[in-house]
């Protein structure tokens, strides 16, 4: 690693005849060389508060007007070529106003031989350094590119002529995710001498050349940039080195304001190039210290030369000047510029790398002496895999090994590293399988059994709570009902007591009551309201609501709702009526099988007549036989007699059965008619309910909430049970109405009896609704008892 600062030259044209020369002295001093540039009292004069008059500059080394290109090139590019040649990137740039020698300086001179640049003797001596190294294998290639006006342009493209510079290949940068800078489109032409190099540079420079108009003074605005790519390898190493040394022609560095004009010289006028201008904000930052950011990026020019500038190069910079009296401030600025660059660091490192082909065919070779090595030892012939029979004993020795329980027993497969080897992948390959296998074995197991567990329980967990929040809004409508009911009855009790008529009609009511629980009749048995339920199965809607379980509570929220419904006066009077025509049916029923019974009695009067009649005959053959009996006459008018009321009261009934099922079907419509309002009602209930509680927050159980599916499902699921008034009629077979019943309760007998006990439901805090509410929940649960469902 070489870690230097730039080295900076500085180097005079030899002025013209005409030219008048300015003032200046080159002093040397042991390891530098200084410029005193003396600014000529005319022009001095000029400057405003410019009061010095001479500047001095440091240089590496100053070569004066009459310096010859052989001594440039020994002192300048001697040494970085012999960097490149070692390795490592070197550049070489010339920098000054146009006309100061740039060009003659990297390139040379047309006319004489000794007049060759930096770049032909560079060639030369690479060309003969290679050729005396007989050590390593160099591969040389050189590229030649333009930058004008931020485009690349190549120089070397043999497959154009160019005519203009627009006609040469575009050269655009690209970087990689390492931010190494890559040029796109820039050839690089292989040269394997010198002869070729030269030919290359002579193609370049002709391109440049020709492409350069009085329109576009390209020379002038154009940065060149000659490289010469050197990779080189020692036979049988498979590392190789890469540099590159770049030789530089920058525009010209003139500025836009030329000088005599009032202070101009001190304040630095503006680049005509813009790069030029990047160029110099790149090096103030380099210079600068603690400074991150370096603007390479801002031209191509800096983007290009960006390892040559504080990075991985060896740099040099040749300082071209003019020195006659018109260019002293063009000269300063040259000079100035060369102050700053001489402060940048640069650190070259080796650029090394192996190269994996190189790498894989040294190690193979080496494999291969190995094995050779081995076989003349052992005296056998080795692949590298093992035979199937080999291994197939190997398997049988570890099994062997791995089942003897002797714990001194050992497991002897000679001194094979391919049959060790094998050994250690066998039994790795054992462990890992029945670790493996344990655990799936382990895991399965645990999760299959948690997985259960969980599942069930959550499950449970979740029914619970959807039929506590059933339970609990059931219980809120019932109170609210239970609420309603009593509103209703004060009222009723209250217009009662109002009125004097009223006394009279409540204890008929009271008296009603009384009569009806007195009457065991009229009350179902357990086994009846059974068959009632089963009765009605036809009835699509009630079966479907048996399906599934109706809640209890909304069972008895339907006992309460019948009550109130305006079609149960409708519903009562058609109960009414279908007894009544029960009833007849029945008595019906019963005198025509009177008749029946009479017609048979007489039909056998008849038969008994005959056969007293034959055998007096028999006896007594002079009675007249063949005379019509009056008797039997008699008889036979008696039984038509019969027959006819018979025919009557049987055609009666018969109106009467159609009457009846008539009846049963209006019964049947006004029950659904009842149990679609109560769904009806039931479900507005709950949407009441939910949004009562969201709004006050009056919630007695926090499970509430949430409830309305419930309700519906609950009131869809309203069993058949929950009718205890229906009606049963399987009087189509049967004619007579023997069967036929009908069957009729009162459930509001039920809801009437005492309260007792308490439950635990929320109470409104007014005793006498409370009480009522208690009453309420006792009757409940009387009449589950009764339909031996018993709510626990
Ligand atoms: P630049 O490239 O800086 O514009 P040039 O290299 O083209 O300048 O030089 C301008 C002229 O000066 C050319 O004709 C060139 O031959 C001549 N010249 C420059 N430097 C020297 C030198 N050291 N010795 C002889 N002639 C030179
Ligand atoms: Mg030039």
Not at 238 to 258: F, Q, Y
Not at 465 to 488: F, P
Not at 725 to 753: M, V
């Amino acid at each position: 690693m070489v870690k230097e600062t730039i080295r900076v030259y500085a180097r005079l044209k030899p002025l013209g005849r005409r030219q008048q020369a300015g003032t200046y002295s080159v002093g040397d001093e042991k390891s530098a060389s200084s410029l005193e540039i003396v600014v000529p009292r005319d022009l001095a004069d000029g400057f405003v508060n410019n009061k010095r008059e001479s500047y001095k500059f440091k240089f590496q080394k100053i070569f004066d007007q009459e310096a010859k290109q052989d001594v440039v090139f020994d002192s300048i590019a001697k040494p970085v070529a012999e960097c490149a040649l070692a390795g490592y990137n070197g550049t070489i740039f010339a920098y000054g106003q146009t006309g100061s020698g740039k060009t003659f300086t990297i390139t040379g001179g047309a006319e004489r031989y000794s007049d060759r640049g930096i770049i032909p003797r560079t060639l030369s001596y690479i060309f003969d350094q290679l050729q005396k190294d007989n050590s390593k294998v160099y591969t040389t290639h050189v590229s030649y590119l333009e930058i004008y006006n931020e485009c690349g342009y190549d120089l070397l493209d043999p497959r154009h002529e160019a005519s203009r510079l627009e006609d040469l290949p575009k050269v655009t940068i690209m970087e990689d995710p390492d931010q190494n800078i890559h040029l796109k489109n820039l050839s690089l032409q292989q040269a394997s001498n010198e002869e070729e190099a030269l030919n290359l540079l002579f193609l370049g420079d002709t391109n440049r050349m020709i492409a350069e108009t009085p329109m576009n003074q390209a020379s002038t605005r154009s940065h060149c940039i000659f490289t010469i790519h050197i990779s080189s390898k020692e036979p049988g190493c498979p590392t190789i080195r890469h540099s590159k040394l770049h030789l530089v022609d920058l525009a010209g560095s003139e500025r836009v304001a030329k000088t005599g004009v009032g202070g101009h010289l001190l304040t630095e006028a503006k680049y005509i190039n813009l790069s030029l201008h990047y160029l110099e904000q790149v090096i103030i930052a380099l210079a600068e210290k603690n400074r991150s950011h370096i603007p390479y990026r801002n031209s191509m020019m800096t983007s290009v030369l960006r390892d040559s500038l504080g990075g991985n190069c060896v740099t040099t910079m040749i300082a071209t000047l003019s020195l006659d009296k018109r260019n002293i401030e063009e000269s300063i600025s040259t000079c100035r510029f060369a102050q700053r660059v001489a402060l940048i660091k640069n650190e070259a490192v080796l650029n090394e790398e192996i190269d994996p082909k190189l790498m894989i065919i040294q190690l193979k070779r080496e494999i291969q002496e190995l094995k050779d090595e081995l076989a003349l030892v052992t005296g056998k012939q080795r692949t590298s895999e093992l035979s199937q029979e080999e291994l197939l004993q190997l398997d049988e020795l570890i099994e062997t090994f791995l089942e003897d329980s002797d714990p001194e027993s050992t497991l002897d497969i000679g001194a094979d590293m391919r049959k060790i080897k094998y050994c250690f992948t066998y039994l790795k390959l054992r462990q890992n399988h029945s670790k493996i296998s344990d655990e799936k074995l382990l895991s399965h197991h645990i999760s299959e059994e948690k997985d259960t567990n969980k599942e069930a329980g959550k499950e449970e967990l979740e029914k619970m709570k959807e039929l506590l929040q059933q339970r609990d809004n059931e219980i809120n409508i019932l109170v609210n009902m239970l609420k309603n009911e009593k509103k209703k009855a004060q009222d009723a009790l209250f217009q009662l007591s109002s009125a004097s008529a009223g006394s009279t009609l409540l204890k008929q009511s009271q008296s009603m009551t009384l009569e009806e629980s007195r009457n065991p009749s009229r009350f179902f048995s357990l086994k009846e309201v059974e068959d009632l339920s089963s009765s009605v199965h036809r009835l699509p809607f009630l079966s479907r609501m048996k399906e599934g379980k109706m809640s209890l509570g909304c069972q008895e929220a339907f006992e309460v709702f019948k009550q109130d419904h305006a079609d149960r006066i409708t519903i009562e009077d058609n109960k009414q009526l279908l007894k009544q025509r029960f009833a007849e049916a029945k008595c019906l029923g019963e005198k025509i099988n009177e008749v029946r019974n009479k017609i048979n009695h007489l039909k056998g009067e008849i038969t008994q007549r005959c056969i007293q009649r034959a055998a007096l005959a028999v006896s007594n053959p002079s009675e007249e036989l063949d005379a019509l009996d009056p008797v039997e006459e008699k008889l036979r008018a008696q039984i038509e007699e019969e027959k006819k009321s018979y025919k009557t009261m049987f055609n009666r009934l018969k109106g009467l059965k159609v009457e009846i099922e008539h009846l049963q079907l209006l019964m049947e419509k006004a029950k659904m008619k009842l149990q679609k309002d109560f769904e009806v009602w039931w479900t507005e209930e709950g949407k009441n309910l939910q949004t009562q509680q969201e709004n006050t927050e009056l919630v007695s159980s926090p499970n509430t909430a949430m409830v309305y599916p419930q309700f519906i499902k609950s009131s869809q699921h309203l069993s058949a049970n929950s009718f205890s008034e229906t009606t049963r009629a399987d009087s189509n077979e049967d004619s007579t109405g023997k069967n036929s019943s009908i069957l009729f309760n009162n459930p509001t007998t039920k809801t009437r009896t005492p309260p007792s006990s308490s439950t635990s439901i929320p109470l409104t805090g007014d005793s006498q609704t409370d009480a009522d509410i208690l009453a309420f929940i006792k009757a409940r649960q009387n009449i589950l008892q009764k339909k031996g469902l018993g709510n626990k």
